[in-house]
């Protein structure tokens, strides 16, 4: 299948790959379209609709997403700002052209991005730390951070190790996509908790409400805020939308690694139930499949 727009945050468990499937099952017609819990936003910019309303109770995914939309009008002032930035930290930068020493890439041949870019990523991770008002700077360190992610400490500074990555060309093409689709659709975005985005909104006829909540059965970073809880909380709200005869469609792993979600099979047997082909790999074993169940619930036919 045609692979998608991907955001331009590499978000990890955005639903990059798993769009030409979903996009098939999301209603044909939107008006307007909600998301509770946005992420690096994959699924919006594959989605067709009048106006979006986009929601994540992280302050600073949202702060990113709006410091690119301040850009999309511009965006060749955005990749001057960030060649400068770039140029200024002496960071690789393939895109480019300005590469790591061959001498490097032969003595660390996995690790050499990391290598080289370690001791100034590490300086404008402090200077972002000194002074927050900087987006720019959040924006390079999650383009050069390990994993993509997003993460701070109790005393509120980013800290996350440099990654094996550096601004190529995936990631200005990414951008491009997110600066074009900006400029044709009306984006608005929230940093509330996802029932107090709701409260307020005057449902109209067509509109469709995506869920991509936190994992309760995965354990990667972001998902540790998620409990039994929160997810029995979510899908009252879900039975309240149906009832409201409200579109909508979650994502969510019934089975992985040796867990199972039973709060979500016994809930899904009120609704339509499709099954979504995932291939999760090991972080640590990049060959090694993991035995997973994703599934996509609606309360409506295609």
């Known amino acids: 299948m045609k692979l998608k727009i991907r955001s331009p945050f590499f978000y990890v ?5 798993l769009m030409p499937q979903l996009e098939k099952l999301f209603p044909i017609d939107i008006n307007n379209y909600y998301e509770a819990f946005v992420g690096g936003g994959s699924s919006f910019l594959n989605t067709k609709a009048k106006k979006f309303f ?3 109770v992280n302050k600073h995914i949202i702060q990113l997403h709006c410091y690119l939309q301040s850009f999309r009008k511009n965006k060749d002032k955005f990749f001057e700002n960030i060649y400068k930035t770039v140029e200024k930290y002496e960071l690789s930068c393939s895109f480019l052209g300005k590469v790591v020493p061959d ?6 041949v996995k690790t050499y991005y990391s290598r080289y870019n370690k001791e100034n990523y590490m300086k404008m991770r402090d200077d972002y730390n000194k002074d927050k008002s900087d987006i720019k700077l959040l924006y390079l360190l999650l383009i050069y951070g390990f994993n993509h992610m997003i993460r701070f400490n109790s005393k509120g500074e980013f800290n996350l190790p440099v990654g ?3 601004f190529n060309k995936n990631v200005y093409n990414a951008l491009n996509n997110y600066f074009d689709f900006s400029k044709k659709n009306n984006l608005n975005f929230f940093n509330q908790d996802y029932k107090k985005f709701f409260i307020c909104i005057n449902f109209e006829e067509n509109d469709f409400v995506y869920f991509d909540p936190p994992y309760l059965i995965s354990n990667s970073e972001y998902n540790k805020i998620w409990s039994e809880k929160n997810e029995k909380e979510l899908y009252q709200i879900l039975d309240e939308l149906n009832n409201r005869s409200i579109k909508f469609g979650l994502s969510n792993l019934v089975v992985h690694k040796g867990g199972k979600n039973e709060i979500l099979l016994e809930w899904m047997k009120k609704y339509k139930v499709y099954e979504v082909n995932s291939n999760y790999i090991s972080r640590f074993d990049n060959t090694k499949k993991i035995n997973s169940r994703e599934v996509y619930v609606t309360n409506y036919e295609r």
């Open 103 to 108: 001498e490097l890439k032969k003595e660390f």
């Open 164 to 166: 094996n990555v550096d």
């Open 13 to 17: 468990g955005d639903k990059y790959k």
């Open 54 to 56: 986009l929601n994540d």
